[in-house]
């Protein structure tokens, strides 16, 4: 008897991956064809895998695939969030770091590390003037 699996619940690194691929090539697929609303779906469905099964494990891989596939901006920008969320952990991977899509990735990681950056430094200036009124 086959069990079936969640597409949305991946269960191993190797599972989430081969899920995210997927997705991306449907993206790519969606984006090529112009259907808005499947570019849509697509993106949703990449969103909650990232946040839910994240693994390290193959991220450069959907990183590549997406930069290489399609030029869905809103694509591109889950993947640079979702970098810039886990910097820390991808930049020890050797293979993130020769991606050959780095340099608009790149660019795109440090600008949303940038954005996050100032975001909470503004924050803390507030309760700052806040706590000295």
């Given at each position: ?41 697509v993106?949703?469905k ?29 694509l ?5 969030l ?52």
């Amino acid at each position: 008897m086959l069990t079936q699996v969640d597409p949305l619940c991946a269960t191993t690194p190797a599972m989430t991956t081969e899920i995210l691929l997927r997705n991306v090539r449907v993206n790519a697929i969606a984006d090529y064809y112009d259907i808005l609303r499947l570019k849509q779906l697509v993106n949703t469905k990449i969103q909650h895998v990232l946040k839910t099964s994240w693994s390290a494990f193959g991220f450069s891989n959907i990183v590549k695939e997406a930069f290489n596939s399609t030029s869905d901006m809103a694509l591109y920008n889950i993947m640079t969030l979702t970098a810039t969320t886990h910097i820390e952990e991808l930049l020890e991977l050797k293979d993130f770091a020769v991606l050959e899509v780095m340099n608009a990735f790149s660019i795109s990681v440090i600008q949303n590390t940038i954005a996050a950056h100032k975001a909470k430094e503004d924050l803390s200036t507030q309760k700052l003037q806040v706590v000295e009124s």
